[in-house]
Nanobody, 123 residues
């Protein structure tokens, strides 16, 4: 059970980044996937989720219209395209594989987590 997140970095406000999360095939194919983030001193929060087949997505209100989640089942990878980044988006971003086929907003619905990738947005 492995999830490997990458793509984080330092970017100026208004810039863009694309995060990737590579998953083992057995874990990925039938599972919803999600992205969460945790800023220093704050609780982990839901960012975005996607169903097992990519047919449905959901977003936190704070990122709606700026972030886009997608998945490539052939590559066992889920992506988070982030645009119009703001300093308040600064956090460690985690990808996770859900227990079922939906990208739930609740962390307890996820069974496997990646190691996290740091995103820092400067003002």
């Amino acid at each position: 059970v492995q999830l490997q997140a990458s793509g984080g970095g330092l970017v100026q406000a208004g810039g863009s980044l694309r995060l990737s999360c590579a998953a083992s095939g057995r874990l990925f194919s039938n599972n919803g996937m999600g992205w969460f983030r945790q800023a220093p001193g704050k609780e982990r929060e839901f960012v975005s989720g996607i169903t097992w087949n990519g047919g449905s997505t959901s977003y936190a209100d704070s990122v709606k219209g700026r972030f886009t989640i997608s998945r490539d089942r052939a590559k066992n990878t889920v992506y988070l395209q982030m645009t119009s980044l703001k300093p308040e988006d600064t956090a460690v971003y985690y990808c996770a594989a859900a227990r079922g086929g939906f990208g739930s907003r609740y962390s307890h619905d996820y069974r496997s987590w990646g190691q996290g990738t740091q995103v820092t947005v400067s003002s």
